[in-house]
């Protein structure tokens, strides 16, 4: 073989190593950019969520709920239809309702039987838990800054606040250490007063 040759195998060995390379990269890169678009989408899920449970009165209905029944309320009092897919995604992580999750699923579901019994599988976002100061009543001074609403997501949480912002919390600021919290075996959301009962 010439040189002229092996140089010029080397050089297609060369090429083909660096696109092969080249390639790994940029599915990295699109799995990364996959995963910024679906954390921006829950946290405009959350935002609205947020803002549904800020009108009128539903802070002072929610006073006795605590979980994932707060979220519930807004089935409860109308602000959310099930019935309406786009309204039904919102209650869970990424829009991926579960199979066997429909209209009528939410058929029991009254701010009466919020207050006794718990609908577990009908949301993924979590609320406050039940020692959280909104769920025994909010006064205008808790309104400003709780954590109200989160759901957890590959990097950590992104959390709904009171006052309207909505933040990603990944599990480096949450502290996390193969989801516990603090090492004492914890999720990373009961520090932030919320529950996913």
Same mark, same amino acid.
């Given at each position: 073989?010439?040189?002229?040759?092996?140089?010029?195998?080397?050089?297609?060995?060369?090429?083909?190593?660096?696109?092969?390379?080249?390639?790994?990269?940029?599915?990295?890169?699109?799995?990364?950019?996959?995963?910024?678009?679906?954390?921006? +989408?829950?946290?405009?899920?959350? +935002?609205?969520?947020?803002?549904?449970?800020?009108? &009128?009165?539903?802070?002072?209905?929610?006073?006795?709920?605590?979980?994932?029944?707060?979220?519930?309320?807004?089935?409860?009092?109308?602000?959310?239809?099930?019935?309406?897919? @786009?309204?039904?995604?919102?209650?869970? @992580?990424? &829009?991926?309702?579960?199979?066997?999750?429909?209209?009528?699923?939410?058929?029991?579901?009254?701010?009466?039987?919020? @207050?006794?019994?718990?609908?577990?599988?009908?949301?993924?976002?979590?609320?406050?838990?039940?020692?959280?100061?909104?769920?025994?009543?909010?006064?205008?001074?808790?309104?400003?800054? +709780?954590?109200?609403? #989160?759901?957890?997501?590959? +990097?950590?949480?992104?959390? &709904?606040?009171?006052? &309207?912002?909505?933040?990603?919390?990944?599990?480096?600021?949450? @502290?996390?250490?193969?989801? #516990?919290?603090?090492?004492?075996?914890?999720?990373?959301?009961?520090?932030?007063?919320?529950?996913?009962?």
């Amino acid at each position: 073989m010439t040189a002229t040759r092996r140089r010029a195998l080397m050089l297609t060995a060369a090429l083909v190593v660096t696109g092969i390379l080249g390639l790994g990269a940029l599915s990295k890169l699109m799995d990364h950019a996959a995963e910024i678009g679906e954390e921006s +989408r829950q946290g405009d899920n959350l +935002r609205l969520l947020v803002a549904l449970l800020n009108a &009128g009165d539903d802070l002072q209905e929610i006073k006795g709920l605590y979980g994932k029944n707060v979220v519930l309320s807004l089935v409860a009092n109308g602000r959310l239809d099930p019935a309406n897919p @786009r309204e039904l995604a919102l209650l869970f @992580r990424c &829009g991926a309702v579960p199979a066997g999750i429909d209209a009528s699923s939410y058929a029991e579901v009254t701010l009466e039987s919020l @207050r006794t019994r718990r609908f577990p599988r009908l949301t993924d976002i979590m609320g406050p838990d039940r020692d959280s100061p909104l769920s025994r009543g909010v006064t205008p001074e808790l309104q400003v800054g +709780r954590a109200l609403l #989160a759901v957890e997501i590959t +990097r950590g949480l992104i959390v &709904g606040f009171t006052a &309207g912002d909505v933040r990603l919390m990944s599990t480096e600021v949450l @502290r996390l250490d193969d989801g #516990a919290a603090s090492g004492d075996g914890a999720p990373a959301w009961r520090t932030l007063g919320l529950s996913d009962e």
